[in-house]
C-alpha cells in the first residue's frame, strides 16, 4: 500500500489530499485546505502553509507526495505569487524526505475523466465517484485529490 498526499498550491487557499492506494483500489483517507489571510505579511503566509503541511504529513504518514506541474500565466506576478507558495509546498514534503512526483494538469484531467480536455467540474465530479461518494472540504482539496488519484495511476516523473 501507498498513501499518496496530493498537493494544489496557492497562497490565498493551499489545498491537500490524502488518499490510500493499492493496485487499483483507492481509498479517501483525509483532505483539507490551508487558508491564509490576504492582508498578512507574505512570510506569515507562507509560513503557515508550510507549518500547517508538516503537521499533515506528521499526522497521515503519507509514503509519496504529487503536485501539479506550474503553468506560466499571462500575468507574470500571478506566476511568481503561485512560485512562492509552490516553493514551501514542495519543500515541506522535503524535509521529511518524501518523495514528490509531479503531473501536467491535462494529465491529471486524462487520469480521473479520460480526457485531457476535461472541465474542472467533470474533475470533481469523478473525485467524489473515485472515493466512493467523498466531499471535499472545497476545490482546492478536491484538485489535491484529484493529483493524489492521478499519482496512483501513473507513479513517475518525481521533482528533480
Request: glycine residues 6%; aromatic residues 6%.
Amino acid at each position: 500500500m501507498v498513501r499518496i498526499l496530493g498537493l494544489d498550491p496557492s497562497r490565498a487557499s493551499t489545498g491537500w489530499g490524502v488518499i490510500d492506494a493499492e493496485n487499483n483500489r483507492l481509498k479517501y483517507v483525509a483532505d483539507g485546505f490551508i487558508k491564509t489571510d490576504p492582508k498578512a505579511p507574505l512570510e506569515e503566509r507562507l509560513s503557515l502553509i508550510y507549518r500547517t503541511l508538516c503537521e499533515v504529513i506528521e499526522a497521515y504518514h503519507p509514503t509519496e507526495a504529487s503536485i501539479e506541474v506550474i503553468f506560466l500565466n499571462d500575468n507574470p506576478m500571478s506566476t511568481i505569487k503561485l512560485s512562492e507558495a509552490r516553493g514551501v509546498v514542495v519543500l515541506a514534503p522535503g524535509m521529511y524526505q518524501i518523495p514528490l512526483f509531479e503531473y501536467e494538469p491535462s494529465k491529471v484531467k486524462k487520469a480521473l475523466v479520460g480526457t485531457g480536455q476535461a472541465l474542472k467540474t467533470q474533475v470533481e465530479t469523478m473525485v467524489k465517484v473515485l472515493l466512493a461518494g467523498v466531499k471535499p472540504k472545497n476545490n482546492d482539496s478536491s484538485d489535491a485529490l484529484a493529483i493524489a488519484i492521478t499519482h496512483a495511476h501513473f507513479k513517475t516523473n518525481p521533482v528533480k
